[in-house]
């Protein structure tokens, strides 16, 4: 009876350990799911991330439109654009002159033919594509002319200076739209004195030699006339200043042996009508005095006078 119950008392130990050892594979079993789910979990948002990433990549790329510039010949440029996306404006220019519109609307790539004009230039060109990125090019070339033209004043007039590499054979000028003056020249020089109208003009001249070269020059000039001025002695201790201009007299500047130095401004104390037509005297020194007068404008133009006068 004894050992029954023994073996009754330990079978029953057995039952009761096997039912607490049950808890614990299933705790096992819920961690080892949950643990796997963290890690798959971390697997897939990194997943994530990485593809937003790279996507963010994608978009960060911006790309601009491509500027070819090569010099074909001499005295010509190829331009050519090129780009990935669509091209919304092309555009070039000479230093600062108006821009010349290339046609490009809905192209991904142009191209254009550009003169080289004489002298020392910069080339710009701009380009712009349809999200409005924009990429622009400067260049600068000489050119060397086989005419030359230049222009310089003189008295109230303007002196044409032109000179060519071969024989001339005529030269036009023209003051704005007017009617242009043709001049045969023949020679491989010319110096032409004209005019200058009042105002603010603009000057085309035109020069053209034997092989059929043109060389052009265009400049605003304004037309002015310088004062008029003389300078006289009383015949005592005393110089005269006499100056006019239609315009009207702003200043007068004189200076006795280059160390005392007067200015009279005319402006401050006259009205343009007395400004016309002026008159001045002053003292001389015994002995010798230098003289150095200058009179002003109202366009800033001035005329000198220069003497030496003893006493």
């Known amino acids: 009876m004894n050992q029954i119950l023994s073996v009754e008392n330990n079978t029953k130990k057995k039952k009761k350990k096997a ?48 500027i070819h510039v ?64 924009q990429m622009e090019h400067k260049e600068v070339y000489t050119i060397e002319s086989d005419i030359n033209i230049d222009i310089e004043p003189e008295g109230n007039n303007l002196k044409i200076i032109a000179n060519g590499r071969n024989e001339l054979t005529y030269m036009t000028y023209r003051w704005d739209e007017e009617e ?6 023949n020679n491989n020089e ?5 005019e200058i109208p009042r105002g603010l003009h603009t000057l085309t001249v035109i020069v053209v030699d034997k092989n059929n070269k043109t060389e052009t020059l265009t400049q605003e000039i304004k037309g002015v006339t310088k004062p008029k001025l003389e300078v006289t002695t009383d015949g005592s201790s005393n110089f005269i200043i006499k100056a006019s201009d239609e315009q009207g007299l702003k ?18 104390a006259l009205s343009i009508e007395e400004r016309k037509e002026f008159e001045y005297s002053y003292p001389l020194h015994e002995g010798e005095n230098k003289l150095e007068v200058t009179v002003y404008n109202e366009n800033d133009v001035s005329e000198t006078f220069k003497a030496l006068v003893n006493i």
């Open 190 to 194: 010319i110096e032409q004195t004209i």
């Open 251 to 268: 200043k007068v500047e004189f200076i006795i042996n280059e160390e005392e130095k007067y200015r009279l401004e005319l402006d401050k």
């Open 19 to 66: 039912k607490n050892s049950e808890p614990l594979e299933i705790q096992s079993i819920l961690k080892f799911f949950s643990i796997s789910i963290l890690i798959f979990g971390i697997f897939i948002i990194g997943s994530g991330s990485y593809s937003m990433y790279k996507e963010t990549s994608k978009e960060a790329i911006v790309t601009k439109p491509v």
């Open 180 to 185: 242009e003056t043709k001049i045969d020249i």
């Open 70 to 133: 090569n010099q074909t010949a001499e005295t010509q440029i190829s331009l050519k654009i090129t780009h990935d996306k669509e091209l919304a404006k092309v555009s070039y220019n000479w230093n600062s002159e108006n821009a010349t519109q290339v046609p490009c609307s809905g192209k991904q790539e142009v191209e254009t033919t550009i003169e080289i004009p004489t002298g020392t230039n910069t080339l710009i060109v701009q380009a712009t594509d349809i999200n409005g990125q």
